[in-house]
């Protein structure tokens, strides 16, 4: 494969990129309700699973280097944390529980620390797991 073609971006269905972004999305629900009550879990861990999620759905339709997902993942990140900074700054509040739940309420450097774990996580797992596939 040629260089050119590996950095290649594209649309596609990747079946088992979507598998993965379920299964994450199953965690991540359980770690918002189960086991809501394991703070650093709930905090650091979910954030660090969120990016990797991200990851995974972006994967499901966009061919693209593992970089560029990881990046656009930890960027996702970013904008949420952005958005949670300027609608607190406004005083803007939703009384939707899921949606605070979801996309959180308080602006935190912590949750950009978690996003770009998750996203150097999934970026070495990738690399391992292409190792593996190739050798």
């Known amino acids: 494969m040629s260089t050119q073609q590996a950095s290649a971006i594209g649309i596609g269905f990747d079946r088992e990129a979507f598998l993965f972004a379920i299964l994450i999305f199953i965690?991540?629900?359980?770690?918002?309700t189960v086991w809501s009550h394991h703070t650093l879990l709930r905090s650091f861990g979910g954030d660090v699973l969120a990016a990797v999620w991200v990851y995974f759905v972006l994967k499901t339709c966009i061919k693209a280097p593992v970089a560029i997902l990881a990046i656009a993942a930890f960027a996702v990140g970013c904008g949420v944390e952005i958005a949670q900074f300027v609608t607190s700054e406004i005083g803007w509040r939703s009384d939707h529980a899921v949606l605070?739940?979801?996309?959180?309420?308080?602006?935190?450097?912590?949750?950009?620390?978690?996003?770009?774990?998750g996203a150097t996580l999934v970026a070495a797992f990738e690399w391992v797991r292409q190792r593996l596939t190739f050798s």
Do not use: C, K
């Open 100 to 117: 605070r739940i979801v996309l959180g309420s308080v602006a935190d450097w912590r949750d950009v620390a978690a996003y770009g774990a």
């Open 27 to 32: 965690v991540e629900a359980l770690i918002a």
